[in-house]
């Protein structure tokens, strides 16, 4: 009598799937980087054609607009990692490609809402940097697999949902404060026409986004 290898447990098995609070956390950290990336924290609001600033050489002065800041390239950096985890987690079975996509997608949308409300400037270093953020995560994702196996989705979930709360309250505390990433709720109304000094010198083309 032959002795017959013992069956491996499928994936689903080894390592559970994130359940329906972990969906709820990437829909409340995808509302906060829309928010943070379009508004700044601010109340929203729409822009108008004066304010749109497009920058298509990426990291270099163009368009108008200076060279990219070093801390505004490690803030957009920092916010698009836990975009790679969430879909590392909620989409495991996506090929690598799909999921770069996934988070490329990501980023161009809100450049192009930025566009389309004229509430920021459209960079293509934001889309660069911004995906490199997403690709962190994705392979911060996988490392986790690796090594620890059937622990990595406990293990990364609570490291993304105490990543989500931290940033809520992070963001509460900056709403609560003086502290101010963009101009004044009252400047850019629709029916003002800004200087257009002013419309180039914007608080927002230095904050993350």
């Known amino acids: 009598m032959t002795g ?89 079975s996506w090929p690598w490609w799909k999921a770069v996509g996934a988070v490329a997608g990501t980023s161009l949308a809100l450049e192009a809402a930025q566009y389309a409300l004229a509430v920021g400037r459209s960079d293509v270093t934001d889309l660069v940097v911004n995906t490199a953020g997403g690709v962190v995560g994705l392979a911060l994702h996988a490392l986790a697999r690796r090594t620890l196996r059937a622990r990595a989705t406990a293990v990364v979930t609570r490291a993304c949902a105490a990543v989500t709360v931290l940033a809520l309250l992070a963001s509460a505390l900056v709403v609560a404060s003086p502290l101010r990433y963009a101009p004044p709720r009252d400047a850019p109304r629709p029916h003002r026409t800004l200087p257009a000094q002013d419309a180039g010198t914007s608080v927002r083309d230095d904050a993350p986004g």
Do not use: H, M
């Open 4 to 92: 017959t290898r013992p069956r491996p447990l499928p994936e689903a098995e080894a390592a559970p799937r994130p359940g329906t609070a972990t969906t709820a956390l990437f829909v409340v950290y995808l509302a906060l980087l829309g928010w943070i990336v379009l508004w700044k924290l601010e109340t929203p609001w729409v822009g108008t054609a004066a304010q749109r600033v497009v920058k298509l050489v990426p990291f270099a002065a163009d368009g108008g607009a200076g060279a990219s800041d070093p801390s505004e390239v490690l803030a957009n950096l920092v916010l698009f990692v836990p975009l790679g985890l969430y879909l590392g987690l909620l989409a495991p």
